[in-house]
């Protein structure tokens, strides 16, 4: 194991761009986060659970760092109930960034204490997972992850709570061990950095700091052994290589192709929480690059992959591009992003190939057909990637809705305006315009007309008496009741 000293100016965070009241310290010290009560409470929390450790006097190790523009509390619990006193090595957040050069997301935390002790020992903690046991912690908006440190996944161990299924992929692995054991169930070198609060210093077992300097990803252990474990490490390898710019082990790539048919035994929910990050993190453009270069897009978007090897894939791969390179700026600028457009992005050319077969095969217009192709790519695709209603619906609609922007007169037209998934659909249309998938003339009009005054929206669409009123100047009458018959009820 190699120990790297930081510098004092590394370990306050000045390094990386923060002020320089930006440090680590003691919530017993001067803490803006914190009031001086709620410290207090902590800490006397911790001295009557912690009695019998005297290697804590101060009552448990509560940490606050500060980065830019959000302060986040870190702690460390290296020795619960009943285990051997505190020692630095026995707990380490592992770091997750580039030294020097990026703000770090977020910080995991690493402990001995299994997760029914941190639950028993933080309130403010629930439990979640089935394959990985871990405990949530919660200071306000803010989420701390702790894992406890594992061992190695061996069935034949009389301690072992291990599943795996048929490909080797592990269904639930929760051996405890320790830090010199966890390490190993890493799965990237660069991924397996320990830093100790204690001395600032981190802690490199697998020459990942090498590697960081290399600008590599590697495995840890036996590649194919480690990627049929977790095939959603082959997707993790692309978004890290996206967002850090680097380069994939040649081990690794060579085995995407073979191995990349193991992401259907991943379950859906799990896919759909990995797309979010790789296409909403700010590298979607390259990351779809890294995908299809790797063979791994067709396994997540199989009918969308057929589409970029047809007749019009030149335009479908352009659109792509564009929507990609506009939810990439969106995120830079610090605007909202959802992934509800981007599916429809890499639906459309499957939807509307459908719906053309649909309008050919029976008599329905183009929004009927585009509606019911709509609804049958998402079914299919759901299997593989598992849309949650509330994107997998408005996306649909938005779809549907486009042959209604080719209609600019009448007041059908005029009232689309106020449609609930007019803004969606009008983004949508206005990328297919970039492509030459509407007129130019058209997007413009639908552009310009979002500006104007009702009279002149009115005069626009082609509309007499707009806003309610009769052509005759006349209230409108209310219609007369009708006397019921004689004997009628």
């Keep these: 194991m190699r120990r790297i000293e930081l510098p004092s100016e590394a370990a306050t965070g000045e390094a990386a761009g923060a002020s320089k009241g ?4 003691s919530l017993g010290e001067s803490n803006p986060c914190f009031r001086r009560e709620r410290a207090a409470s902590w800490t006397a929390r911790r001295r009557e659970r912690s009695a019998f450790c005297p290697a804590r ?22 020795s619960p109930r009943g285990h051997r006193p505190c020692s630095p090595h026995h707990s380490a957040p592992r770091p997750r960034c580039l030294p020097g050069q990026y703000l ?38 803010d989420i701390i992850e702790v894992a406890t440190f594992r061992a190695s996944a061996d069935q034949a161990d009389d301690r072992s709570d291990v599943e795996l299924d048929q490909h080797g992929r592990i269904l639930r692995d929760n051996v405890y061990g320790s ?5 190993w169930r890493r799965d990237f070198t660069a991924n397996a950095l320990y830093y100790n609060i204690a001395d600032y210093s981190i802690w490199d077992y697998v020459d990942g700091a090498r590697d960081i300097e290399h600008r590599v990803l590697r495995l840890i252990g036996d590649p194919e052994q480690r990627l049929r474990e977790d095939p959603v490490r082959m997707l993790r390898a692309v978004r890290f290589a996206a967002k850090l710019d680097f380069t994939i082990d040649e081990d690794i790539a060579g085995l995407m192709p073979e191995l990349g048919a193991l992401l259907a035994h991943v379950p859906a929910a799990r896919l759909f929480d990995e797309f979010v990050k790789m296409f909403q993190s700010g590298h979607a453009r390259r990351t779809f690059e890294l995908l299809l270069d790797h063979g791994l897009f067709g396994r997540l978007f199989p009918e969308t992959r057929r589409e970029l090897d047809g007749p019009e894939a030149g335009k479908f791969r352009e659109f792509i591009a564009l929507a990609l390179a506009n939810t990439d700026q969106r995120v830079a600028e610090g605007k909202a992003v959802t992934p509800m457009f981007l599916l429809g992005v ?20 183009e929004t009927q057909a585009l509606g019911i192709a709509a609804s049958e790519i998402v079914a299919a695709q759901q299997s593989i990637i598992s849309i949650p209603r509330r994107f997998s619906t408005p996306m649909r609609e938005m779809l549907s809705l486009q042959p209604r922007f080719e209609k600019n007169r009448g007041k059908r037209a005029l009232a689309f305006l106020e449609h609930r998934r007019f803004r969606a659909a009008y983004d949508f249309m206005l990328l297919r315009s970039r492509v030459g998938g509407v007129d130019p003339e058209l997007a413009g009009f639908w552009t310009e007309v979002q500006e104007m005054s009702g009279e002149e929206r009115a005069r626009a669409f082609h509309v007499q008496g707009a806003g309610g009123k009769r052509r005759d100047g006349g209230r409108r009458r209310r219609p007369r009741r009708r006397k019921p018959r004689d004997g009628g009820a």
């Design 179 to 183: 830090i010199d054991e966890d390490v």
């Design 104 to 141: 770090p997301k977020d910080f995991d935390v690493a402990t001995d204490a299994d997760p029914d002790q941190v639950r028993d020992l933080f309130r403010n903690s629930r439990l979640i997972g089935r394959r990985f046991r871990l405990a949530h912690v919660r200071f306000g908006r």
């Design 57 to 78: 006097p101060c009552g448990g190790c509560y940490y606050t760092a500060h980065f830019g523009e959000y302060k986040r509390t870190i702690f460390v619990e290296s």
């Design 346 to 365: 890499f639906l459309w050319a499957p939807v509307r190939t459908l719906a053309a077969r649909l309008m050919s095969e029976h008599r329905m217009s």
């Design 22 to 25: 930006d440090r680590w310290h």
